[in-house]
């Protein structure tokens, strides 16, 4: 006897996944953890107060924002701010759930039309692409042009994405070059006024300083940011690619058997559903 999924079943509330958002504790408690330990160093091995210079932080932070922002533009250091708050704030996906919501509504499409999508739109408003390919999909796009414009924006948003991870690799070359820069600085100044031992103390400070704020910024923030962002990105590349392949899927009017077999060809074998089992 057919299974409820295959016959279409009465029409059953969509499965909703799980996207609670958080604050990434990896990422949040990483960075603590790694300028806490060199914080307690810090305070072990003397006064804080010798490793605090306003000059040496002028030269690093603001130096290397001013080039990183010639490098790209302010649009660009925007969005790369935006997508660092999505990366410490980010929700949880669950790529098997968000399979077996695809399987419904493939199944829904199957048993009673593409317009019974319709009612299931507002419930989407948090997948901005599932949203997009089904209202399409709705409109009576047809199949191959459906895929066309979605795997589109998909490459662009893998452009939005990879540029921000591309400023914060810039960053973290430019802050310790900033570094160098706030070091010859120092020797400069020192050198010139060899003949003040006042000056002395002042000039070395800012020259040992900046060298260590683009060191940490480089490698305590700017670097592990970048690596958050990038394996971030491929998560949502997985979703979204898996929202091109049921919205295309859905407007062929395809078997959804045949569309949970490619869901699972691209899912980690851990989310792999069977729907239909």
């Given at each position: 006897m057919a299974s409820e999924a295959e016959q279409g079943g009465p029409q059953r509330p969509l499965t909703q996944p799980s996207t609670r958002t958080a604050i990434d504790i990896a990422?949040?408690?990483?960075?603590?953890?790694?300028?806490?330990?060199?914080?307690?160093?810090?305070?072990?091995?003397?006064s804080p107060g010798a490793f605090i210079d306003l000059p040496a932080v002028l030269i690093v932070i603001g130096g290397t924002f001013g080039v990183t922002t010639a490098c790209f533009s302010l649009k660009d250091m925007g969005g790369a701010a935006k997508t660092v708050f999505r990366t410490i704030m980010r929700p949880?996906?669950?790529?098997?759930?968000?399979?077996v919501q695809m399987l419904q509504l493939a199944q829904i499409a199957r048993h009673r039309g593409a317009l019974s999508l319709q009612?299931?739109?507002?419930?989407?408003?948090?997948?901005?692409?599932?949203?997009?390919?089904?209202?399409m999909v709705i409109d009576g796009t047809p199949g191959d042009d459906v895929e066309r414009i979605m795997r589109r924006e998909v490459q662009a948003i893998a452009q939005r994405q990879s540029r921000s991870v591309s400023i914060l690799r810039k960053a973290a070359e430019i802050s310790p070059a900033m570094g160098l820069i706030g070091t010859l600085v120092g020797l400069i100044q020192m050198l010139g006024n060899l003949d003040d031992p006042s000056t002395i103390g002042p000039s070395m400070a800012v020259a040992?300083?900046?060298?260590?704020?683009?060191?940490l910024l480089a490698n305590v923030v700017f670097t592990p940011l970048a690596s958050k962002m990038e394996r971030n990105a491929a998560e949502d590349m997985l979703i979204n690619?898996?929202?091109?392949?049921?919205?295309?899927s859905i407007a062929r009017q395809e078997n959804p058997r045949?569309?949970?077999m490619l869901l699972n060809t691209i899912l980690p074998p851990s989310e792999r559903v069977d729907y239909f089992g």
């Amino acid at each position: 006897m057919a299974s409820e999924a295959e016959q279409g079943g009465p029409q059953r509330p969509l499965t909703q996944p799980s996207t609670r958002t958080a604050i990434d504790i990896a990422t949040i408690g990483g960075i603590v953890a790694a300028a806490g330990l060199i914080m307690t160093a810090i305070l072990l091995g003397g006064s804080p107060g010798a490793f605090i210079d306003l000059p040496a932080v002028l030269i690093v932070i603001g130096g290397t924002f001013g080039v990183t922002t010639a490098c790209f533009s302010l649009k660009d250091m925007g969005g790369a701010a935006k997508t660092v708050f999505r990366t410490i704030m980010r929700p949880h996906d669950h790529p098997g759930e968000a399979a077996v919501q695809m399987l419904q509504l493939a199944q829904i499409a199957r048993h009673r039309g593409a317009l019974s999508l319709q009612g299931y739109l507002v419930a989407l408003e948090d997948s901005p692409m599932l949203h997009q390919g089904l209202q399409m999909v709705i409109d009576g796009t047809p199949g191959d042009d459906v895929e066309r414009i979605m795997r589109r924006e998909v490459q662009a948003i893998a452009q939005r994405q990879s540029r921000s991870v591309s400023i914060l690799r810039k960053a973290a070359e430019i802050s310790p070059a900033m570094g160098l820069i706030g070091t010859l600085v120092g020797l400069i100044q020192m050198l010139g006024n060899l003949d003040d031992p006042s000056t002395i103390g002042p000039s070395m400070a800012v020259a040992l300083l900046t060298t260590f704020y683009g060191a940490l910024l480089a490698n305590v923030v700017f670097t592990p940011l970048a690596s958050k962002m990038e394996r971030n990105a491929a998560e949502d590349m997985l979703i979204n690619h898996m929202h091109v392949m049921a919205t295309a899927s859905i407007a062929r009017q395809e078997n959804p058997r045949r569309l949970e077999m490619l869901l699972n060809t691209i899912l980690p074998p851990s989310e792999r559903v069977d729907y239909f089992g």
